[in-house]
């Protein structure tokens, strides 16, 4: 039996659960805050945006804080995400102290509308991530109005309980879920079930999927094939390999995980339709 209908049969049974619809925010100057958008709108279809993903490494304790340093590292990452200039941007591993900075920057609050933001008390008003159970989370950008915007969550089998984050846009309903899959190569199996359930309920057509999805291995390549996505990756992009885990590039990988000596592309844009 094909891989994907024998999952099929299995995610049909499982409990994932989309929420009812969230609100994203948008900026208000004249208030001077951000404030949840009052309804949804869909624009026209484009034929053409741009998208990206990002993870931007969450804080670390252990003293290796002297070594990421993530305040310093955090103000870079916010100028390159800007200088991207994307239509809509996933984020993985945010953190209060990224949120924060990225909803207090002045290109962010004229161009975007945000999945969630952060409070005086370093939570979440929307959510979308418990900052009192988790370190990090997803957070979905975008300079496009939402038409519609929700958290998945996986089923109790696939082992991950943070949210990932799914906005609709335009009036043909594109899907676009901010992901981030289970870590580790000896978590494979388990990745299998995490992209089945995201194919599985989300939506037929339309749909793209990105984000740090730990793609370890080169069967888990079979695996997103199988369930009819396509890597965006591969006819876009001009560099073959697309390193987003890259040791020979990356020094401050070493620093933090001494034994690591790879080079992977963990980080994906999928699509269907």
């Keep these: 039996m094909p891989f994907f209908k024998k ?10 659960l989309l929420s009812q619809a969230i609100r994203p925010f948008s900026f208000n100057a004249l208030e001077n805050k951000w404030n949840q958008i009052e309804s949804f709108e869909s624009v026209e279809t484009s034929n053409q945006f741009r998208i990206a993903t990002h993870n931007v490494l ?28 994307a239509d809509v941007i996933g984020l993985n591993e945010v953190t209060p102290l990224f949120l924060s900075l990225l909803q207090d920057q002045d290109w962010v609050k004229e161009k975007y509308f945000l999945s969630d933001v952060v409070d005086g ?46 906005g609709t846009f335009f009036k043909n309903e594109t899907t676009i879920c901010a992901s981030h899959l289970l870590a580790r190569e000896k978590n494979h199996e388990m990745r299998k079930i995490q992209l089945a359930e995201l194919s599985h309920h989300l939506s037929k057509e339309n749909l793209i999927i990105l984000g740090d999805l730990n793609i370890y291995l080169e069967s888990e390549n079979e695996t997103i094939a199988s369930l009819g996505l396509n890597d965006l990756w591969k006819p876009t992009a001009g560099d073959p390999n697309g390193y987003s885990w890259d040791t020979l590039c990356n020094p401050l990988i070493k620093k933090i995980m001494f034994w690591q000596n790879r080079r992977m592309r963990l980080d994906r844009i999928l699509s269907r339709g």
């Design 121 to 166: 008390e370093n939570q979440t008003v929307n959510g979308t991530i418990d900052f009192a159970q988790f370190e990090f989370g997803n957070i979905l950008m975008s300079r496009i109005p939402f038409s519609s915007l929700q958290t998945f969550q996986h089923s109790s089998e696939a082992r991950l309980e943070r949210k990932q984050i799914v």
């Design 58 to 85: 969450k804080t670390w304790g252990w003293g290796l804080e002297g070594v990421v340093r993530s305040t310093e590292r955090y103000n870079k990452e916010v100028e390159v995400l800007r200088n991207i200039d």
């Design 7 to 16: 999952l099929l049969g299995q995610v049909s049974t499982r409990e994932c």
